[in-house]
């Protein structure tokens, strides 16, 4: 599966992108911090039906790696994730 990416926000040093499947459905959320000595720190959210197996989440891992932070990689230890599986609750903002 082939996940779609969907930026939310940047700053000057972090990303946050919605991850979709192939029917839109949201599967996840990446958050991406660039630090200053080059290197690369995820934090993925999946929803816990959505992506069930390791090989899923490292092949999730490889797309992002490819797609999202062709500056860093895992393989030249410039790049870690922290993974972390649930269930989606909803989206929450204040009533302004």
Avoid: C, W, Y
């Avoid at 993925?44 to 090989?55: H, P, Q």
């Amino acid at each position: 599966m082939q996940a779609k990416f969907i930026r939310i926000f940047r700053t000057s040093s972090s990303e946050r992108f919605l991850l979709h499947d192939d029917s839109s459905e949201e599967m996840g959320m990446i958050d991406l911090h660039f630090l200053a000595d080059g290197t690369v720190a995820g934090n993925l959210f999946l929803v816990a039906s959505k992506v069930t197996d390791e090989a899923g989440i490292r092949a999730l891992l490889e797309q992002i790696d490819e797609q999202l932070v062709p500056a860093a990689s895992m393989e030249d230890a410039n790049l870690s994730f922290t993974v972390t599986q649930g269930e989606l609750v909803g989206t929450f903002s204040s009533e302004g």
